[in-house]
């Protein structure tokens, strides 16, 4: 079983008639009729809508399903599909995963999708929702990424996109050899939304800090442009960590400039688990 229970940490089992999990203390978990599980106990929420708000939530829906990243997704899916582990299942955690676009990608592009096991895990309750209302084959969980209630070393690859996550949860779920596979900001990301914010835009440190206990094995950089729509770079500027500088004239400026051409620029990191 890949849960343990996220207030006495024993494993959950799942109930065949209920549907629902619990452990031998007889914590119990239902699953909710989406398909997802809410193993985040409401005295350990620190907010009462942790995680993005629904705003933002809305904003990266519409535009990654646009398709603008799908050469991002592309690229990801091919670095797991070179390391899968035949003729075993691969566990695969997208941690942080928002609504699952990046895991549906996945499995559309997977030379062989019945053998990934995917799961996500995010603290959003209505992005987990929506990500398994979407994906029959993938299992999704409302959790912190601070506390994973998942089984030790339960993962053969961790995916972490953008999100937030501590190393040593990482490094705990993981199998010994175990892949962490990490998508952070190139130097050239969004360089042109970024000209009508900042007076002198600076390319950004590339490196991502791996965990103690990992060493690299490749790191693959994607660029590619994109020209979104009035609509889809507002959606755009709203995912993106500087929105909050852009007053009323740039947002004004962004909207209305002419057939605007947006650099993107990935650093996907793979590394492995030493021991
Ligand atoms: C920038 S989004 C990235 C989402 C997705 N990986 C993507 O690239 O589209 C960050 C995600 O992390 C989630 N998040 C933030 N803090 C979290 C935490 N402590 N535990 C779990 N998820 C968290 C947010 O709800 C959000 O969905
Ligand atoms: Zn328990």
């Not at 695969?92 to 895991?103: H, P, Q, R």
């Not at 995912?239 to 500088?245: D, I, L, S």
Request: hydrophobic share 40%; proline share 6%.
């Amino acid at each position: 079983m890949p849960y343990i229970c996220p207030i006495c940490q024993n494993p959950l089992m799942l109930h065949q008639a209920s549907k629902g999990y619990y452990c031998s203390k007889k914590h119990h978990f239902d699953l909710a009729k989406e398909g997802y599980l809410n193993l985040l106990p409401a005295q350990y929420k620190k907010s009462k809508q942790p995680g993005d708000s629904r705003a933002m939530m809305r904003a990266r829906r519409n535009f990654l399903e646009a398709g603008f990243y799908q050469p991002m997704a592309k690229a990801l899916a091919g670095i797991i599909n070179t390391h899968q582990t035949a003729p075993t299942e691969m566990h695969i955690l997208d941690v942080g995963c928002g609504e699952g676009y990046y895991s549906r990608q996945i499995e559309a592009y997977s030379d062989d999708s019945k053998k990934l096991d995917l799961h996500g895990i995010d603290i959003a309750k209505n992005a987990i929702l929506a990500a398994a209302k979407k994906q029959d084959n993938a299992r999704f969980i409302v959790a912190s990424t601070n506390n994973m209630p998942y089984a030790d070393q339960y993962f053969d690859l961790l995916l972490r996109i953008y999100a937030p996550a501590n190393d040593q949860e990482i490094s705990r779920l993981l199998k010994p050899q175990g892949l962490l596979l990490i998508v952070t900001p190139g130097p050239r990301h969004l360089w042109q939304l970024k000209e009508f914010i900042y007076k002198e835009v600076k390319e950004h440190a590339v490196d991502a800090p791996l965990p103690e206990d990992f060493s690299l094995i490749e790191s693959q950089r994607v660029s590619f442009k994109i020209q979104p729509d009035r609509d889809q770079r507002m959606a755009l500027l709203q995912m993106t960590p500087f929105a909050w500088r852009a007053n009323a004239d740039v947002q004004n400026k962004i909207q209305h400039s002419h057939d605007l051409q947006i650099e993107t620029d990935f650093i996907l990191t793979l590394a492995v688990k030493k021991k």
